[in-house]
């Protein structure tokens, strides 16, 4: 089965940065698009950003300018560079990933157990 594993979460200070990193395995023959998401207590899941296969990036609103989403297709990872963190970008981050295993034909929805990054001073 595959598995996502999300890295880097923590305590930061506002105005501080963190590095989140998740790494893919497993039987996986090909993957689509990767993202991050994030869930605050008592809020609904939303999306932080998304990187394509070729590269494009899609954010969300809140963190446009500030956060900056990359892969690296030869090691099925997908990283999320978090600047100038605020106390509302505290919340759980979840490594997502659109991928094709050796045993189907049909692209999947896969997630990662998730990281928590909570910002306070």
């Known amino acids: 089965q595959v598995q996502l594993v999300e890295s880097g979460g923590g305590l930061v200070q506002p105005g501080g940065s963190l590095r989140l990193s998740c790494a893919a395995s497993?039987?996986?023959?090909?993957?689509?698009?990767m993202g991050w998401y994030r869930q605050a207590p008592g809020q609904e899941r939303e999306l932080v950003a998304s990187?394509?296969?070729?590269?494009?990036?899609n954010y969300g609103d809140s963190v446009k300018g500030r956060f900056t989403i990359s892969r690296d297709n030869a090691k099925n990872t997908v990283n999320l560079q978090m600047n100038n963190l605020e106390p509302e970008d505290t919340a759980v981050y979840y490594c997502?990933?659109?991928?094709?295993?050796?045993?189907?034909?049909?692209?999947?929805?896969?997630w990662g157990q998730g990281t928590q990054v909570t910002v306070s001073s």
């Open positions: 497993g039987s996986i023959f090909s993957i689509d698009y």
């Open positions: 990187i394509s296969a070729g590269g494009t990036t």
């Open positions: 997502s990933a659109r991928l094709r295993t050796y045993d189907s034909n049909w692209y999947k929805l896969y």
